[in-house]
């Protein structure tokens, strides 16, 4: 016997039990539902001094709710070693001595373990993430169970969740394993939330998790809705909130009524249930009643505002309703979630890798001819809209439907109405600017227009022709005996001024105020004030100082005057206007300085952002994958444009026509991408190609094509040791087919396809587990 597994996955180690100490570290990193169950052999040969060697493989979908299933999946490897013969008697011998299986518990954070030796006994237990082992009982077991069935029913097709050599198998091969399922489900569901949720969910809630998404996925993709409504109504009984749930399955059975009848219950005990109202809104949208569906939007994101999913349903209702102003707000207003990645453990690098290949395996129908590739469009592989995850790639999905309904143009019109652009900010941050320096400015402007001549203050004469006194402030020790002339002066200059104001109105082209200094202008209303003012001075003497320099002191007891006063100092130039009477400007400059502030004016209103709001650095980002998007899609369509007119062929590799089906698919072009993934697989195989294509077939109803791809997706997944028959994306097209054309009609296209024996025994398992579940259609 050799030392491999027969049409089984090995990974050879290089020492013993590494991958097994890998995965004990590894253990304080996962984050929600684990990595895949790992299988450890240890295989010794019979013949002395042959060094015993230790591989493991991953797999999932084995039964992990006792010790027993799994020790008999590692006593069934026993059976799969490969024979060796020589000529006249068998090689020499290989065997299993041991092993052990690992199966990671989302529930506790701990790894069960079932270790088997042979012979010998069976040792069950649970290792936490400290490495520390403890004991595995029967609640551990059946959260072990729940576990391994929500990874293998969530994670079937994830693109995120692929290893090589990962082996899958059925989770839920009969009636009796899914009634099983649905008993355990039922009695860990009010735990559900422990196990974490989907990335666009950022608190996990009772109907909110990976274990609600699970049971709705396998009732979803068999369309049999009346199993969910079964399993929600013995729950809504113990929790009014799972009426969300609820009400989707009656929705799925037509059962219309009964849903809306089950909703108003359940709002009436949960008004601030978002679950609730977005089942509502969507039944609202699917009627055409967006009105009322935008309403019940708004609700949901005030009763959960920190949730994408609020606010996305909330741009999709504006996008229905085709406000597209108020969807680009909203969608700049979407709390944004990092991306946790699947959890998937590192391994040591293996010392071989076995990778069999089943000898009924037709590998003529999935010909990969990738490596026979040169000529890939770097442009095409540097694009990075399909590296978005998360809540960035649900926001793309958004911004893309936008530019589907409005296109580009219109789009960016619309950015710009809601979002302050980066021109209108530097223009405002100048407006600023200008305005903060604009009274400084504005006086050395007008000095250099308007020059006028004033005299110094020697010369500077009253209106009456005598000489104004020169006012200096006085110390300390003399202050008392200088108040009083101080008084006397300033009611001198409030005459002087009050004449020659008088003056300049009465003799308009007079040139009098070139007679008088502003500067030296200290005014005041009346003589009370000033009293009122030195007897506080004298009651204060610590503060004189400081008071004359702040000068204005307003008296708040009497109303009916205005004071005002400015601050003199000896031989300055400076001037600082009156706030009681103002001194008439003259024409030409009182016009210029209004036209000035008009502008000034104007300015600040044009660059107003008080409408508009600063856009996201995210989605700003999303603007640019956006932009690399449309532009390939545009520089790809002319190019095809081109050379049909000139009825030459327009040559691509496989490679670059999967990436262009792709760029079609999120652009949503349906039809550029369907020709897109054509050409892909007539030139190499593709997976992703042909899963697009079957969804398209599908939708179309071209059951005949949809039945060819299914074919070489199937042997491509018997390759890759997928033998996951549901839940697939071949089994939910399949049944999908099955529901719109019946069962006979499939089965009939299938045999008229003449394919071999053996893959018609593989695809013949999609269509007996249809009539064995009874997915609606298979009577027909």
């Not at 012979?119 to 169970?145: D, F, H, K, L, M």
């Not at 009400?247 to 009524?257: K, N, R, V, W």
């Not at 003259?586 to 709001?613: M, Q, T, W, Y």
Request: glycine content about 4%; some cysteine; proline content about 4%.
């Amino acid at each position: 016997m050799a030392d491999t597994l027969r049409d089984i996955p090995e990974f050879i180690e290089k020492e013993l039990g590494e991958s097994l100490q890998a995965r004990t570290d590894a253990l304080g990193t996962f984050k929600e539902l684990g990595a895949p169950d790992l299988c450890h052999i240890i295989k010794v040969n019979a013949k002395p001094g042959v060094k015993e060697t230790s591989s493991y493989h991953y797999v999932s979908g084995i039964d992990a709710s006792s010790s027993a299933s799994l020790a008999a999946y590692l006593n069934s490897l026993t059976y799969a070693l490969d024979e060796t013969h020589a000529w006249f008697s068998k090689g020499a011998s290989w065997r299993i001595r041991s092993g052990v299986y690992c199966c990671y518990n989302a529930f506790s954070r701990v790894d069960v373990r079932v270790e088997v030796k042979i012979p010998g006994g069976v040792e069950s237990y649970a290792v936490n993430v400290r490495g520390e082992r403890q004991e595995a009982t029967a609640a551990i077991w059946q959260e072990t169970y729940i576990t391994a069935m929500l990874r293998s029913i969530l994670y079937s097709d994830d693109a995120n969740y692929r290893i090589p050599g990962f082996r899958k198998l059925d989770p839920i091969a009969d009636t009796a394993a899914e009634t099983r399922f649905f008993e355990a489900a039922e009695q860990m569901f009010f735990r559900g939330w422990l196990l974490g949720s989907n990335p666009e969910i950022q608190v996990p809630t009772i109907v909110n998790n990976h274990l609600t998404a699970a049971i709705m996925k396998y009732c979803q993709e068999s369309f049999r809705f009346d199993l969910a409504v079964k399993f929600f109504e013995r729950l809504f009984e113990r929790e009014p909130e799972v009426a969300s749930l609820l009400a989707q399955s009656y929705i799925g059975t037509d059962e219309e009524l009964k849903a809306i009848n089950v909703l108003y219950e359940a709002l009436k005990q949960f008004p601030q249930s978002y679950a609730l109202l977005h089942v509502q809104a969507d039944f609202l949208r699917g009627k055409g009643k967006l009105e009322m569906a935008l309403r019940l939007a708004k609700q949901a994101v005030n009763c959960a505002p920190s949730e994408f999913i609020t606010w996305a349903k909330l741009t999709e209702v504006y996008i229905d309703l085709g406000d597209y102003e108020s969807a680009l707000l909203t969608l700049n207003s979407c709390p944004m979630f990092t991306f946790n990645e699947r959890d998937l453990q590192r391994m040591p690098k293996p010392a071989k890798a076995h990778l069999p290949i089943r000898a009924d395996i037709d590998l003529g129908l999935i010909d990969d001819e990738t490596g026979r590739e040169h000529e890939v469009d770097p442009a095409l592989l540097r694009l990075p809209a399909p590296s978005l995850r998360g809540t960035f790639s649900s926001a793309y999905g958004l911004l893309t439907r936008l530019v589907s309904k409005i296109g580009w143009d219109e789009l960016l019109r619309c950015r710009s109405l809601v979002f302050v652009m980066e021109e209108e900010y530097r223009m405002q941050k100048e407006a600023e600017e200008s305005v903060r320096k604009g009274g400084k400015a504005r006086s050395i402007h007008h000095d250099e227009e308007h020059h006028i001549e004033v005299p110094t203050r020697e010369h500077l004469l009253s209106p009456n022709g005598t000489p104004i006194p020169i006012i200096k402030i006085s110390t300390e020790s003399e202050r008392e005996r200088e108040m009083e002339e101080a008084e006397q002066e300033a009611r001198a200059k409030v005459e002087a001024a009050t004449a020659a104001l008088d003056l300049e109105k009465t003799e308009e082209g007079d040139q009098s105020l070139e007679d008088i200094k502003l500067d030296d202008l200290s005014l005041s209303s009346d003589k009370e004030d000033n009293d009122k003012d030195n007897e506080k001075d004298n009651e204060d003497k610590d503060d004189e100082k400081d008071s004359e320099d702040k000068g204005d002191e307003k008296d708040n007891e009497d109303k009916d005057n205005e004071k005002t006063e400015t601050k003199v100092k000896p031989e300055s130039n400076e001037t600082e206007e009156p706030k009681g009477k103002s001194i008439e400007k003259p024409r030409i400059a009182a016009a210029s300085e209004d036209d000035e502030e008009k502008e000034e004016e104007e300015v600040e209103l044009s660059f107003s952002f008080s409408n508009k709001r600063l856009c996201d650095r995210w989605l700003d980002n999303l603007f640019m994958v956006l932009y690399e998007d449309l532009r390939q899609y545009t520089i790809w369509r002319a190019e095809v444009q081109h050379y049909r007119q000139a009825q030459a062929p327009y040559r691509k590799s496989g490679t670059d026509w999967e990436i262009y089906g792709d760029l079609a698919t999120r652009l949503h072009h349906k039809e550029e991408a369907k020709d897109a993934y054509q050409r892909c697989v007539d030139q190499k195989f593709s997976a992703k190609a042909l899963v697009r294509l079957l969804e398209i077939y599908a939708d179309e109803g071209k059951l005949h094509k949809a039945m060819e791809v299914s074919v070489k997706l199937c042997v491509y997944h018997e390759r890759w040791y997928h033998e996951t028959i549901f839940p697939t994306a071949i089994a939910y097209n399949m049944n999908k087919l099955i529901q719109s054309d019946g069962w006979a009609k499939v089965h009939n296209t299938l045999v008229a396809l003449n394919t071999s024996p053996a893959v018609f025994k593989l695809m013949s398992r999609y269509l007996t587990r249809a009539k064995t579940f009874e997915v609606p259609g298979f009577a027909r």
